[in-house]
């Protein structure tokens, strides 16, 4: 059974800072999804990720299968990026069914 | 427009009375999965769907049923909702079964007294 940590709880930043977001898993997994849910409470995708490394804009996100570790970079951060960040992973590795997702980390970035 | 739809969004109901949360959704994803979200717990997954008639238990099904009859509906169904149910629920579907990305419906604002 996964577990999943994140890291920092709590992010203040100002604006224009590189950001990084850390998730890491107890279990091999297959894929890892970063989420974002902006204070309206809706939730999007950001990234499903399996190796290496995919780009979206001014997000970065990167895994390491080995390590169990991801991270979600932001470049040049914005005001509207503050958000909470969440990171989720199959609950019993292979499965992409079950998902156990990471506590969140709050980001708040201050112009 | 793509989209996961759920009803209600917001939701005040009494101890014992019979809801059902529906969630639609129009991209003809196989996979579907309910969530509840509480403070200092974070999302935990209910019961989640493979395909129709295919339905599995998550971290917390106690106190929900669902069912999988047709491909774009999974309805979320408290028998007998209780105060502990209160929370914010979210819909959410996906391509297939394996590694693909999540759609969201708007979430379910849900209090029960």
């Known amino acids: 059974k996964n577990e999943v940590e994140q890291s920092p709880q709590n992010l203040t930043a100002q604006e224009g800072e590189f950001i990084t977001i850390n998730c890491s898993y107890s279990?091999?997994?297959?894929?890892l999804h970063w989420l974002q849910q902006h204070p309206g409470g809706g939730i999007v995708s950001l990234f499903m990720?399996?190796?290496g490394k995919k780009k979206h804009g001014r997000l970065i996100a990167t895994i390491n299968i080995q390590e169990k570790h991801s991270s979600l970079h932001i470049t040049a951060s914005h005001p509207r990026d503050s958000a909470v960040y969440i990171c989720?992973?199959?609950?019993?590795?292979?499965?992409?069914?079950?998902?156990?997702f990471g506590k969140g980390t709050k980001l708040s970035v201050k112009p | 427009e793509a989209q996961v739809t759920q009803n209600p969004r917001y939701l005040i109901t009494v101890t014992g009375k019979k809801l059902t949360v529906t969630c639609s959704q129009n991209m003809n994803h196989e996979y579907m999965s309910w969530y509840r979200q509480d403070p200092g717990l974070g999302l935990r997954q209910i019961y989640y769907s493979m395909n129709v008639e295919v339905t599995d238990k998550g971290d917390v099904p106690e106190g929900y049923k669902v069912s999988r009859k047709e491909k774009r509906n999974f309805p979320l169904i408290l028998e007998s909702p209780s105060p502990n149910q209160t929370s914010l629920y979210f819909c959410?579907?996906?391509?297939?079964?394996?590694?693909?990305?999540?759609?969201f419906g708007a979430g379910s604002r849900l209090t029960v007294l």
């Open positions: 990720l399996s190796s």
């Open positions: 279990v091999g997994i297959s894929a």
């Open positions: 959410a579907s996906k391509l297939g079964s394996g590694a693909n990305v999540l759609t």
């Open positions: 989720a992973v199959p609950h019993y590795g292979g499965s992409q069914g079950n998902l156990i």
